[in-house]
């Protein structure tokens, strides 16, 4: 058995465990968690998290890294946890499950999505290089992609579910990425929610935000423009 069959077989392990242990803890966990997240209200997804008392850091957690797995939006989960435990703790525990998240959902999408995509790609040349591409610079594309905030982070799993990247690039490059995402997103949320205490803050986040991935967006259209 490989090294990443095993990381296979410990992953979905590991969704086996949480998700039987959030049960045993609170067996309405997951009425709740569909009912808060289809709201989109932030004030109840945050009085949510809050009422699990001493284990709200770990339901705020729990819920953001369930919500990576399906593909959903965790722009709401990730902002009530800065809302809640402050920008710093916020980021880093939104950090640190969203890559986990992230990572368990390319497990299982790659087990369900590979074998079919790789029927449809076999057929088409072009499709065949697109996937090779993904292989050889799958690292580096990913990296800039996972490092967009408010980018659906269920299409880019779902995209390298189906491409060639290794398990090993696609981990790091989301570990990375994600750092400077959730950040930004945890900031601007919890900045946007209260403006009245930190507009100047805001203002310069996005200031910054915008100097950033504006520079670094035409970088890479230039870099992709000169490889055509």
Same mark, same amino acid.
């Given at each position: 058995m490989n090294s990443e069959k095993k990381i296979k077989i410990a992953g979905y392990a590991l969704i086996i465990?949480? @998700?039987? /242990?959030?049960? &045993?803890? /609170?067996?309405?966990? $997951?009425?709740?968690?569909?009912?808060?997240?289809? /709201?989109?209200?932030?004030k109840e997804i945050a009085a949510y998290i809050d009422s699990?008392?001493?284990?709200?850091? +770990?339901? !705020?957690?729990? =819920?953001?890294?369930?919500?990576n797995i399906v593909g959903l939006?965790?722009? +709401?989960?990730?902002?009530?946890? *800065?809302?809640?435990?402050?920008?710093? &703790?916020g980021i880093i525990i939104s950090w640190i499950a969203?890559? @986990? !998240?992230?990572?368990? !959902? +390319?497990?299982?999408?790659? %087990?369900i999505l590979r074998p079919s995509a790789e029927k449809l790609i076999h057929k088409s040349t072009r499709l065949s290089k697109i996937d090779d591409l993904s292989g050889?610079? *799958?690292f580096k594309l990913m990296l800039v992609l996972r490092s967009l905030p408010y980018f659906p982070s269920g299409v880019l799993t779902a995209f390298g579910a189906i491409s060639k990247i290794s398990l090993k690039d696609y981990s790091l490059s989301s570990l990375i990425g994600k750092l400077p995402?959730?950040?930004?997103e945890v900031m601007i949320g919890h900045d946007i929610? %209260? $403006?009245?205490?930190? =507009?100047n803050r805001?203002?310069?986040v996005i200031a910054i935000s915008v100097i950033v991935y504006g520079g670094l967006w035409f970088f890479n259209k230039k870099y992709i423009n000169g490889k055509k």
């Open positions: 465990i949480l @998700v039987g /242990s959030i049960y &045993i803890i /609170s067996p309405n966990f $997951y009425n709740d968690l569909f009912r808060v997240i289809l /709201s989109g209200d932030m699990f008392g001493n284990l709200a850091i +770990f339901f !705020g957690f729990m =819920l953001v890294l369930l919500i939006p965790s722009i +709401f989960a990730i902002t009530a946890n *800065g809302l809640l435990f402050g920008p710093a &703790i969203e890559t @986990v !998240g992230v990572i368990l !959902g +390319f497990l299982l999408m790659r %087990t050889k610079n *799958g995402a959730t950040a930004l929610f %209260t $403006y009245n205490q930190n =507009l805001l203002a310069i």
